[in-house]
């Protein structure tokens, strides 16, 4: 069984900063691209940034220069550093990750369960 656990939201001033960590467990042959999406209430669940096994990264516009996201292959875990927060960068954070479990398979898409950040005064 795959797992994927997030950690690192809660509450944060405006101009502040956190840190989301995403680690994979479970059996698996390797974690191709992963990424960090984001879900207001009412909306969809939109990319904030993904990257690939190799390091080539993509970010949505309202956090370009804000955030970065990078990755530990060894640790099977994925980082988000958020710098600059504002209030409407509130709302729970998903990781996902494209994982394949077995030589011949496809990779398939997992997600976590969401770890909120707030971001008020």
């Known amino acids: 069984q795959v797992q994927l656990v997030e950690s690192g939201g809660g509450l944060v001033q405006p101009g502040g900063s956190l840190r989301l960590s995403c680690a994979v467990s479970?059996?698996?042959?390797?974690?191709?691209?992963m990424g960090w999406y984001r879900q207001d209430p009412g909306k969809e669940r939109e990319l904030v940034a993904a990257?690939?096994?190799?390091?080539?990264?993509i970010y949505a516009n309202f956090v370009k220069g804000r955030f970065t996201i990078s990755r530990d292959n060894a640790k099977n875990t994925v980082y988000l550093q958020m710098n600059s927060l504002l209030p409407e960068d509130t709302g729970v954070y998903y990781c996902?990750?494209?994982?394949?479990?077995?030589?011949?398979?496809?990779?398939?898409?997992?997600w976590g369960k969401g770890t909120l950040v707030t971001v008020s005064s």
């Open positions: 479970g059996s698996i042959v390797r974690i191709n691209d």
């Open positions: 990257i690939t096994r190799g390091g080539g990264t």
């Open positions: 996902n990750a494209q994982i394949l479990r077995e030589w011949g398979l496809r990779s398939m898409d997992y």
